[in-house]
């Protein structure tokens, strides 16, 4: 494979004007060391563990209620011990910049909903303490359960660190799931507290949940209270007030808790089984981000990250993380593409957003309609467009430069729910390539295996770590031997964490490309082939708007049946002149192995509600699964995605039925 185009060299001043450059001075200050570029600090940032967290810790000024002992006890995957000893609060942390500023905005609410709805530091610290009492006053304590079924506005963001705040626990799941996924979700973790609204708009539709809210509540029978806040139609009988919640004396307060405290339960996409409850605890995320969103993200005390998500995405906990460093937070609910494409971009510049976070999907979109985001509005403040989700081609690499130019940095990652953070990232300190990821975050031993468990450079392999770091799971809630979570991570290769992505790391410039899910890799001919170069070549085509490309094996030890399947632009048609068009592309730009053996129509392409294709289900049902088995609808983006599968399967079974 040919090494990626460099499109952006780090700024010749990124030492002077950079958050990761602050850091770099205090090292030299405070520990005497120095470092001639990113590789360099990455290699100290993965062999000196101790040194490097510690560093995050002190330079960040982590406020302790009790001193660590250590920085690393048992060093061992999993069950590695990070800061034995201290005790601290997450939501101490999330609330302390308003200490200096508490009449800056520290939260921009806006929605479809409702009009825009904003919170200065001194407002949100208040609400969170009146919050805090209130939910006191309903029983909670230490180690409780606080569940949310809202979207992403100011009231869900006042519960999570009123609930941190007090050492209870929080989950949150976003209303567009119906009430199977949640309550197959909270029924897991069995909360005390279920906080919910009874509708919202999605774009131009109101959208109505009191039957959803009254199946979740008849299926929980450890919660004690309900508490409906007020947002979209309708009311809630039976249940407590958002403004009683808060109504009340209330003083500000923070339960020290241990470092490995359970600070929130997110949810893998259940997709491929029941979702599991992973459970973050309150010093490994507080470390994390404070490392993450200030060295690679750039954000300082005054700027304004704005990322659209849902509650039930782990860019929900990314995104309200921002407050640690002192960025204020913009909180998006509605349709993200309502009424047009342009809506995030015209949001961006009303809120003054210096990083904007966007899916690849998105950004290819803009790019196909034509968008002109820094041409059409005033964007002069934005500094770092971020990219997660799924990997971005080298074609959304060099859209983002001519729209923006080189002083808006572009950063790719890839990471997941699994450790709430990156794994594999850019950075201010970092060249932007063109299609490929600049290389691994900082504290991440990121590499690629093979089956062997040997390391592999410039050669697809399994993406692992092999060194622990904080934010890993403290364990999935309810697995008492941790059979569950070892199978999950470590099954491969024990003692390393494999994460289940096919990655191939460049030795020349450090930069990595993620080619797909590990279980979704095709094998052709004994060749594994990584699907997101399919994707990339097939979406490029006018005709086509999105794409799905499967392996059948044979069990006899044959080739196997190669399928692609298309959703197509409007106006477009599987014709014959299509077909060969698609076919002599994928030979063209990749080989004769990546040609079909047959392309299908597809009105959508199957993906949850994180926009990640669901390959490894689609094929499940191809080969005879029943789709309620492979994907609960509510995981799903589009419920009857799957459906055209299950027609295919019995399509196909009846025809080798006949022969």
Known sequence: MNEPEMLRAPATDVRHTTAVGDYLAWLERHRGLTFTDYRDLHRWSVTDLDGFWMSIWD???????????????????PGADWFPGATLNYAEHALRSGEKTPGDLAVLGRSQTRGPKDLTWEQLAHQVACARAGLRRLGVSRGDRVVAYLPNIPETLVAFLATASLGAIWSS??????????IDRFSQIEPTILLTTAGYRYGDKAIHRRDEVAAIRAALPTLRHTVHVPYGPGELPDTVSWDDLLAGPA????????????????????????????????????????KNHSLSWDLRPGDRILWFTTTAWMMWNALVSGLLVGASVV???????????????????????????ASPGFLMACRKEGLTPAADHDLSLLR???AAGSPLPPEGFHW????????????????????????????????????????????????????????????LGELVITQPMPSMPIYFWDDLDGSRYRGTYFEAYPG??????????????????????SDATLNRGGVRLGTAEFYRVVEELPEVDDSLVIHLEDSAGGPGELLLFVALHDGAHLDDALRKLITTVLRNALSPRHVPDSIHTVPAVPRNRTGKKLEVPAKKILLGAVPSDVASRDTLADPAALETFAALATQRASSAAAR
């Open 59 to 77: 330079c960040f000024g982590v406020r302790a209620h009790t001193p660590y002992d250590r920085v690393l006890g048992r060093r061992g995957m």
């Open 173 to 182: 799941c976003a209303p567009e799931f119906g009430a199977r996924g949640v």
């Open 251 to 290: 003083e500000p307060g923070f339960e020290p808790v241990l470092f490995s405290h359970p600070l929130w339960v997110l949810f893998s996409s259940g997709t491929t089984g029941k979702p599991k409850p992973i459970v973050h605890s309150h010093g490994g995320i507080l470390l994390e981000h404070l």
């Open 331 to 357: 909180l998006i609910d509605g349709n993200p593409i309502h009424p047009d494409l342009d809506w995030q971009w015209r949001l961006a510049e009303e809120t003054g957003a210096t990083l904007m976070g």
């Open 384 to 386: 770092q467009i971020g």
């Open 400 to 459: 983002v430069r001519e729209q923006f130019g080189p002083d808006v940095l572009l950063n790719v990652g890839s990471g997941g729910t699994d450790v709430c953070s990156g794994i594999l990232q850019g950075s201010p300190l970092q060249p932007v390539w063109a299609g490929a990821i600049s290389g691994p975050c900082l504290g991440v031993a990121a590499t690629a295996y093979d089956e062997a468990g040997h390391e592999v450079t410039d050669a």
């Open 496 to 517: 390393v964490w494999r994460h289940g992505d096919w990655v191939r790391f460049s030795a020349a410039t450090g930069s990595c490309t993620v080619a797909g899910r």
